[in-house]
């Protein structure tokens, strides 16, 4: 029973900081690559932030210098700093995790946590 849980969206002005969270749980082997997306209403999916394994990182030019992508390999979990929000940052925010179950160990599955709201007011 993997899953992926987020926490810390919510209101925000223009200009303010959230910290988002994604703990991973379950009979996880290995988290390989986790990612962080965002949907807003009427809108694609997008990429909003990579890291690897190894603690690399890969940002879009619409949040670069602005969001960091950390993760805590201890604790399976991984974190999205978010500064100098701006109203077009107002989307659902979705957790995901390439990662390898106890369960098989030759295969590697995609997770997608549940998604938490985040609103920047202007």
């Known amino acids: 029973q993997v899953q992926l849980v987020e926490s810390g969206g919510g209101l925000v002005q223009a200009g303010g900081s959230l910290r988002l969270s994604c703990a991973a749980s379950g009979s996880i082997f290995s988290i390989n690559a986790m990612d962080w997306y965002r949907q807003a209403p009427g809108k694609q999916r997008e990429l909003v932030a990579h890291?690897?394994?190894?603690?690399?990182?890969n940002y879009p030019d619409s949040v670069k210098g602005r969001f960091t992508i950390s993760r805590d390999n201890a604790k399976n979990t991984v974190y999205l700093q978010m500064d100098s929000l701006k109203p077009e940052d107002t989307a659902v925010y979705y957790c995901h995790a390439d990662l390898v179950r106890f369960t098989n160990r030759r295969n590697t599955v995609s997770y997608w946590g549940q998604g938490t709201q985040v609103t920047v007011s202007s």
């Open positions: 890291i690897t394994s190894g603690g690399s990182t």
